[in-house]
């Protein structure tokens, strides 16, 4: 079993930054690569970016590439998601996900779920 919390969300101005952290434990969980995916109110979740635990090869949605990053720190068994000139469209509910890395942008590959922080982007 793995167990994923998410934390660092809140409401911030357009253009601003914003980091969200993912604990995550689990006997198991070095198996898994982390992701980020969100979902806006009235729209299905979707894939915003992903990192393998054993390489940190990264993985982003063309929507925020550029303006997001992914990191993890193998020793924490932390992950966070940095994000930059964040815009209104950003917007939704985040959550850590842990799955496959081979097709960690699939929702159908993730194998465990945090239970969501809200970012709220003003404009």
């Known amino acids: 079993q793995v167990q994923l919390v998410e934390s660092g969300g809140g409401l911030v101005q357009t253009g601003d930054s914003l980091r969200l952290s993912c604990a995550a434990s689990?006997?198991?969980?070095?198996?898994?690569?982390m992701g980020w995916f969100r979902q806006a109110p009235g729209k299905e979740r979707e894939f915003v970016a992903a990192?393998?635990?054993?390489?940190?090869?990264?993985r982003y949605a063309n929507s925020v590439k550029g303006r997001f990053f992914i990191s993890r720190d193998n020793a924490k068994n932390t992950g966070s998601l940095q994000m930059n000139s964040l815009k209104p469209e950003d917007t939704a509910v985040y959550y850590c996900?842990?799955?496959?890395?081979?097709?960690?942008?699939?929702?159908?590959?993730?194998?465990?779920w945090g239970q969501g922080t809200q970012v709220t982007v003003s404009s």
């Open positions: 689990g006997r198991t969980f070095s198996d898994y690569a």
């Open positions: 990192i393998s635990w054993s390489t940190g090869f990264t």
């Open positions: 996900a842990a799955g496959m890395w081979a097709s960690m942008n699939s929702l159908r590959s993730i194998a465990y």
